[in-house]
């Protein structure tokens, strides 16, 4: 399974950024999505994920502003990032991984590149 990520940037706190994941090379519906995100100088941590039948679940420090969503028709996950905070600094990785995962999940099966978002203060 290929990953490709997309839609990273530059954004000042409290705006908004809409990642996307665009999957290829296997079923998408076999797989659950994630996002996780490494800032400067930390581990890698869990954000969200989100299962085929769309059950999600989320990190503490982004529930209630980040949402995970998915279009199975187009093999694509996405993450809307609303009230953005400098700590939400990071280099974000869509990640997939059979059914059955434990949640949240430690690792993933299959990683994307990453894609860079900046939130300024």
């Known amino acids: 399974v290929q990953l490709q990520a997309s839609g990273g940037g530059l954004v000042q706190a409290g705006g908004s950024l809409r990642l996307s994941c665009?999957?290829?090379g296997g079923?998408?519906?076999h797989y659950d999505m994630a996002w996780f995100r490494q800032a400067p100088g930390k581990e890698r941590e869990f954000v969200a994920i989100i299962s085929f039948a769309r059950s999600t679940y989320y990190s503490d420090?982004?529930?209630g502003r980040f949402t995970i969503s998915r279009d199975n028709s187009q093999n694509t996950v996405y993450l809307q990032m609303?009230?953005?905070?400098p700590e939400d600094t990071a280099v974000y990785y869509c990640a997939a991984a059979g059914l059955?995962?434990?949640?949240p999940p430690r690792d993933m099966d299959y990683w994307g590149k990453g894609t860079l978002v900046t939130v300024s203060s």
């Open 82 to 85: 609303n009230s953005l905070k």
């Open 61 to 63: 420090s982004v529930s």
């Open 22 to 24: 665009v999957a290829s």
């Open 100 to 103: 059955g995962i434990a949640w």
């Open 27 to 29: 079923t998408f519906s």
